[in-house]
């Protein structure tokens, strides 16, 4: 059972440029968000779904796309990369039990710089 | 825009003493409340949750509402070096984040 797997873990990129930081989990759940933190800052809401073919638009979702084709993957993707794009990003999820206790399972996190 | 707010520290105690963090909410409708623990360089984990004005006790922990004041807060009794980490107050079931508060015990 390996929870919440998204790669890559580190990602250079040049402006302008586009790439998808993929998420996988294998526990089943509906809940899946994408968050990201910039040094010294909390956590900030992308995109979340709640279910395959459903997303919505979290606190930040300028600049980034995401898609829920199965329960199991959820990825990110950035269209035209900017250096504000610089951030740590972690997915995670949770499912209909958990999600009145806040418990998300978050991934390792994908370390994105943009030069 | 809905807020939360934590004094970012860093907070530093004597291992053994009581450490107490705090944070504020600006959404007065706001009904669930989270503790989450994040260490150095690793993803967060939940420390704590608090739905109900009082205290909620597990273990070391205890987690205080008062949404009339629009706080929360967490203390940790009798901290551990193992506890020195960055504590995240989370609101509501989209876990609107605050900044953090890095806390660091002393040996």
């Known amino acids: 059972n390996a929870g919440v797997t998204q790669t890559p873990k580190f990602r250079i990129l040049k402006i302008g440029q586009s790439m998808t930081l993929q998420c996988t989990q294998d526990m089943n759940h509906n809940y899946m968000y994408w968050y990201r933190q910039d040094p010294g800052m909390g956590l900030k809401l992308i995109y979340y779904s709640v279910g395959a073919g459903i997303t919505d638009k979290g606190e930040v979702p300028n600049g980034y796309n995401v898609s829920r084709s199965t329960t199991e993957d959820f990825p990110l993707r950035l269209e035209l990369a900017a250096p504000s794009q610089t951030s740590v990003y972690f997915c995670?999820?949770?499912?209909?039990?958990?999600?009145?206790?806040?418990?998300?399972?978050f991934g390792e996190g994908s370390r994105l710089t943009v030069l | 825009q809905k807020e939360v707010e934590q004094n970012s520290g860093p907070l530093s105690v004597p291992e053994g003493a009581i450490a107490s963090l705090n944070c504020t909410y600006s959404?007065?409708?706001?009904?669930?409340f989270f503790w989450y623990r994040q260490y150095s360089g690793k993803s967060p984990e939940l420390i704590m949750f608090i739905y109900s004005n009082g205290d909620k006790e597990d273990g070391r922990f205890t987690a205080q509402l008062n949404k009339a004041s629009q706080y929360v807060s967490l203390l940790i009794r009798d901290s551990q070096p193992s506890d020195s980490a960055t504590y995240l107050c989370?609101?509501?079931?989209?876990?609107?984040f605050g900044t953090g508060t890095s806390l660091t015990v002393i040996p």
């Open positions: 995670a999820s949770s499912n209909a039990g958990t999600v009145d206790t806040g418990e998300l399972f």
């Open positions: 989370a609101v509501n079931l989209l876990l609107t």
């Open positions: 959404d007065r409708g706001s009904q669930s």
